[in-house]
């Protein structure tokens, strides 16, 4: 699996740096795919319901009604119908990319599962809603779709008359077939917009509006391209002839022209294994969970920040249990927790200074402690010998510390770089453990744990409880977010922010530590 | 990267997006049929006779029914296959034995069968066997159509109508 993902994330990883580029990270629409599928999914609801208005169901009139839509009044309904079918494209073009990328970074194994699989019915409502809307058109392609889809559904043992003898001739339709499908076409983009809503729940603020310029400019784009190249009709369906060559969607018939050469039940069988196996996916092979986070409730002051900052919602906060005299404290749900590490970072007691021999704090995760980081952070800077010394914090997601590491430049690797309270930052510079920190993660805008450098820009730079202290000077700090293949410009990045430290004032080297040296900090 | 430079990539990757949604979105055609064949439709939905036949229900056994299911005859549910064929131009073209429906067999059989045709002038036969008789057909038929290219001709059984009739 991983020979297959590997070049999929280099290739979505150099993309998404030239996307970086043009677009900034904030607003890269590989950031934004969800978001953007949310968007189009408004598109086609808001033009849709326009459609829907000029709509005609008579058997003789639908055609002429969309016509009317389309050429009387290019300028509105024509617009409309454009819009409709680009944005429903695109969010089918979102969906496989989102889906892709998902797969390719590994983020539908563990207890993101459940993101996965709900998506996968998505992706059946998706093409069943596409579908549906095609047949309402009821030209030659809608007529191709109609004979061969109802085919393919009549190839099922429970359906009773061939649903396709409903198009054998002409005099086969009536009135009512068109406000079944009518009614059809907008149930179920409704279920999936209710399972778009439970494919979120187990994400806490998911992105579900990209950035306003994106929006803006991905509407422009559709606008530009309904009045210069608006979605037409092919010629009215007529069933007495066989249709011949037909303009296929490729977005959403891709896989039309299969039924002309594989029989309705092998493409069943297909369908069926494609579907299953896509919905296996995040157990094969089962992932080797980190442990869950643990709260210690000695520690633990019940304020929240765990809860805020948890990208899973994994976290909740309860009733006080053990009498002490907080409201609240929290707990973990070990089958939602990643073991990321943010909420660590997120905790007060999460202080490095504090003179205590075994390092605690309200709420820790087993694999990547608290006590361990600060033993690797002490052991990185033993290694620095020549100056000016530069110790990187990183994320296993991201470039591998190893590849960076030399006589001057050492590297700390977390689970996540949202696992780093603000503080070691503090700790590492006044205590002279190093000349400078460097902090890089996986790009910008694309994180593994999803908000885990978005907290880390906001804390450090005093945004976001808890706060970088004021007194760290800022120019002996750098960030860079890398994805995993930029080992090379990152050296680099490091080699430039060494340089600068030179021009600065020698920081004092480290002190052997001696217990006096540690301070205890209040939170 | 620059202001311009960078509103200059964001354009140019819109631009990408729309050529790729404006073409995909109906092209390249996809040939379903090819213009010089006609094709015709062979559907019908047909029960066939009851397996065994029905017997008569002596008058203890009717009075044994509860009143409003009371019903003079006594017939197995399950319903004999039916066997259909077709010859174009003389020449066997179609044979298939089409077993009721349902659990208990004993819905319609159900046909719908599609066969390319090169237009032009020919000759159909067609017979159906809907009982429990060996030999033979219980409906016979036969048609001479004149196809057009991508014509649908539609063939439909109606035992009412006295049995195969084109649509």
Known sequence: MQSIKRPLRLAFAVTERVFDRAFGPAWNPLHNLGALGFFYYWIVAVSGIYLYIGFDTGVERVYASIERLTHAQWYLGGVMRSLHRYASDALVAMALLHLLREFSFDRMRGVRWFSWLTGVPILWLVYASGVSGYWLVWDELAQYIALTTSEWLDALPFFGEPIARNFLAPNSLDDRFFTLLIFMHIAIPLILLFILWVHLQRLSKPRINPPRGLAIGTLAMMLALSLVHPAVSQPPADLAKVPGDVGLDWFYLAAYPLFDHLSYAWVWGLAGVLTVGLAALPWLPPLRRPRAAVVDLEHCNGCGRCVQDCPYAAVAMVPRSDGQPFAQQAVVDAALCVGCGICMAACPPSMPFRRIAELATGIDVPDASLNDLRERTHAAAERLSVSPRVLVFGCDCSVDMAALANESVAGVSLPCIGALPPSFVDYVLSRGLADGVFLTGGSEGACVNRLGIQWTELRMDGERDPRLRDRVPRERMARRWAARHEATSLAGEIAAFRAQLATLPAIRPPAPAQPADIRETVA | ?167
């Not at chain 2, 354009?11 to 094709?39: C, K, N, Q, V």
């Not at chain 2, 066939?48 to 203890?60: I, M, N, V």
């Not at chain 2, 349902?102 to 319609?108: A, E, F, I, M, Q």
């Not at chain 2, 067609?126 to 057009?148: H, I, N």
Request: net charge positive; glycine share 10%; proline share 8%.
């Open chain 2, 1 to 167: 990267m620059t202001g311009v430079f960078r509103y200059a990539g964001q354009a140019l990757a819109y631009l990408g997006f729309a050529l790729l949604l404006g073409y995909f979105a109906s092209a390249p055609a996809y040939t379903y049929r090819p213009a010089d064949r006609a094709e015709v439709k062979l559907s019908f939905s047909h029960g066939g006779e009851r397996k065994g036949g029905c017997r008569p229900l002596t008058p203890a056994e009717i009075a044994k029914l509860p009143p409003n299911m009371r019903r003079s005859q006594a017939c197995p549910r399950e319903r004999v296959p039916l066997v259909i064929e077709m010859d174009v131009g003389g020449q066997l073209a179609h044979r298939e034995v089409l077993p009721p429906s349902g659990l208990s067999g004993d819905g319609p059989s159900r046909a719908y069968r599609r066969f390319q045709l090169p237009p032009g002038e020919h000759r159909l036969a067609l017979r159906l066997r809907d009982s429990e008789r060996r030999d033979g057909f219980d409906y016979e038929s036969s048609f001479t159509v004149a196809l057009r290219p991508r014509q649908n001709l539609v063939i439909d059984f109606r035992a009412e109508a006295g049995g195969f009739v084109i649509r």
